[in-house]
């Protein structure tokens, strides 16, 4: 059962970011961008992490993509971008992409080989919520003057009248 | 029970797509978008490494990952703003100034 979930679910997340290489049309680039990373929610899910599941449902899904949304609405582009023509270049990423792909397989892989230790038991939302409030709360206090920061900077830099 | 080896090999497939998507695609919003599925890439591998480990950090590190890209998308986007402002395009083959 959780292995034909997992493999519904990789699948539409990685043919829909498939889509989003072949299609050239922005706003339909942003949803199938939405599709993957709903997907990749649900993997998160089957990673026993039900907060950044939730999280990534609602702040990528969600927010960010509404972002790009409506930065594809401010653009107005009307006619799709032309067809790619130059083939060395596709080829040269095609290339880059299988060898970082093998180079990543074969670390993350070694990476898990020796030992595997075993899991410790489940500590739920609420052994979240301690680590971040304890261990992290450092993190957790910069990250908000971070989000803060990026409020102001978006405004000073995009909210300039025209030709300020 | 699936193994978190198989959760990293569709990491490892998702972060090369978007390297890939980053180099053919030309308009900047798409390479942004690019972006952000190798961002997301790095979130599942933490998940996968996490739940192989047991240990809980995994999950909050993805939580500050997902923050930060937050704040990156608003400013990235804000910066694509301007420059479609100045430029009227976004095409990365028609802004090259910057090449010899």
Redesign the interface.
């Known amino acids: 059962m959780?292995?034909a979930v997992?493999v519904i679910l990789?699948v539409l997340?990685?043919g829909s970011?498939?889509a989003?290489?072949v299609s050239r049309n922005?706003a339909h680039?942003?949803l199938f961008?939405v599709l993957?990373?709903s997907c990749?929610g649900g993997?998160?899910g089957?990673?026993?992490?039900p907060?950044?599941a939730a999280?990534?449902v609602l702040?990528?899904a969600g927010?960010?993509m509404v972002?790009?949304l409506f930065?594809?609405m401010?653009?107005n582009l009307r006619e799709p971008?032309p067809r790619?023509k130059r083939r060395l270049?596709?080829l040269?990423?095609?290339v880059?992409?299988?060898v970082?792909?093998a180079e990543?397989?074969v670390a993350?892989?070694r990476?898990?080989a020796p030992g595997?230790?075993?899991?410790?038991g489940p500590?739920g939302l609420a052994?979240?919520g301690r680590?971040?409030f304890t261990?992290?709360l450092y993190?957790f206090e910069i990250?908000s003057l971070?989000?803060l920061?990026?409020?102001v900077?978006?405004l000073a830099?995009?909210g300039k009248k025209?030709g300020a | 029970m699936i193994p978190p080896g198989a959760f990293l090999l569709v990491a490892a497939v998702l972060f090369a797509l978007g390297v890939l998507a980053f180099f053919i695609k030309k308009d900047l919003l798409t390479q942004f978008m690019a972006v952000e599925v190798m961002l997301n890439a790095g979130n599942l591998a933490l998940l996968a490494m996490a739940k192989a480990s047991g240990l809980a950090a995994g999950q909050v590190i993805v939580l500050f990952v997902i923050t930060v890209a937050a704040a990156e998308a608003v400013i990235g986007l804000a910066i694509i703003v301007l420059i479609f402002r100045q430029r009227r395009t976004i095409r990365t083959d028609e802004l090259k100034d910057l090449r010899g």
């Open positions: 959780a292995w997992f990789s997340c990685i970011v498939l989003m290489i922005q680039n942003a961008l993957a990373f990749l993997l998160f089957l990673l026993d992490a907060f950044a999280a990534q702040v990528y927010a960010i972002l790009f930065a594809i401010m653009f971008a790619e270049r596709t040269l990423a095609a880059l992409g299988l970082l792909f990543l397989a993350g892989l990476a898990l595997s230790a075993p899991p410790a500590e052994g979240l680590l971040l261990e992290y993190a990250t971070l989000i920061a990026a409020l900077g978006a830099l995009a025209e």
